[in-house]
């Protein structure tokens, strides 16, 4: 995503250069998109082969009011274009010509968690201060990265990437296209170990984020994290004329660390060392692990240019996007009101522990809403039950878990608290059926799991039974 700007993003000269393709027509368009349903006027539609073939969506494309479309074979009837024999390889192209034409500050972020969300902070703080660009959603894999560089104007000052990966491999040559000023790594947890086989492997396919570090640029390393001397090692060695910083605070004083956190279980205050500054930052969110985030996302905004009670004013008011922890309020059919906060986007060890202990913060009786965790290979049934800790010590009432390995926490649980009710479902549908079933005004909800484990199915039940409540308490006059 990217602010306006006055000038075409890329005109079909311009384009046919980049990509090395072949101009079908003379044009000029103002946003990229590989999606007809969002698809704006005036784009240029990229029919990439991915799950599906986009060359069989350029018809809908053009419905759509795309100006022009990026293909690897004639199916434009007549309209204009862009043929390369390749269309990945053309979108990569056009992304690294972009980088090449901006003159802008340029950062980008890895981790396993918490990276999507400082992305969106930083975004949220590069906005307030100039022509900003970022990673819409969480396009961050071998399309979406060349994507949001192709997407880049040329009038950007600030923008900020999210580098993922899955198996060894992917980030470097990420990185490498994006070419940042500032590299930075949120933590490293057990993530994807089904691909990457060990922690420690995740840490060292973190530590490639430094591969396309431009000379000069600077490291920001998350100091409390375990792998803290090895992610250094990387940075020095890929990267030598760096600054490394850190955040967080742990084995000595860090670049940038919270020193006090309060919360009233809806928002959250936050006070931030900023080489040697103190900010403030006020957020719509809950959980000391949002703290360290806020950190980080200053930290990198004041290496970027922004003065640090300028970026922590921007970021105050921050709120998660949909599904990674924002809190809203549910109608309840027989009256009354509970919480309800959605962190079902996606889940590892480390970040589950993170939502339930934030959720411990928040007011009324809690129930959580468990969804299993995807992709840790042979440990998983260990990693599953050892969730067990965080959720006695949130004082949880209910539990309700879902999904074939999250039977290893519920056994767990039963075995542990006697007093906490736990139900093992095999499906999200149960798992809400379960979840409205218990709600009583003043209880607190958490949703949360892997993508793949469908817990964002629960958010969509217990809101359909919101609006419903809202509209037969409107039409009673309650």
Known sequence: MADPSNSPLWTSEE????????ALGTWAINGVS???????????FVAL??????????????????????VSRDVLGGHPGLMVGDVLEGLEKMGLAARARNSGVISAITGSVGKTSVKEMLARIYRAVGKAHWSDKSFNNHWGVPLTLARMPRETERAIFEIGMNTPG?????????????SM????????????????????????????????GTAILPEKDYFFARLKRHAETLQPTADVLTYGGARGPASATPVTYETDGVTSRIAIDVMGDLVVVKLDAVGEHWAANAALAILAAVVAGVPPHQAAEALSGYAPPAGRGVA????????????????????????????????????????????????????SAAMHANLASAIIAAKVSAAVLSGGEMKHLADALTVRDQSMRVVHVTGPIEAADQVKSWLEPGDAILIKGSNASGMAKVGTALRQMSESAASSQKASGA
């Open 34 to 44: 590989i999606d007809t349903r969002s698809l704006q006027p005036g784009d240029l």
């Open 185 to 216: 790594i949120t933590r490293v947890a057990p993530a994807h170990l089904q691909g990457m086989g060990s922690v420690d492997a995740v840490a060292d396919e973190k530590g490639q984020i430094f591969a396309g570090l431009e000379p000069g």
């Open 328 to 379: 809203e309020t549910l109608k309840l059919p027989k009256g009354g009101e509970a919480m309800l906060v959605d962190d079902a986007y996606n889940a590892n060890p480390e970040s589950m522990r993170a939502a339930i202990e934030g959720f411990a913060r928040r007011p009324g009786r809690k129930i959580i809403a468990l969804g299993e965790m995807k992709e840790l290979g042979e440990g």
């Open 15 to 22: 384009a046919e250069k980049a990509s090395g393709g072949q």
């Open 49 to 70: 082969k991915d799950v599906r073939d986009g060359h069989d969506f350029v018809a809908n494309a053009f419905a759509a009011g795309a100006e022009a479309a990026l």
């Open 170 to 182: 992917e980030i470097a040559p990420r990185s490498k296209m994006v070419r940042p000023h500032i």
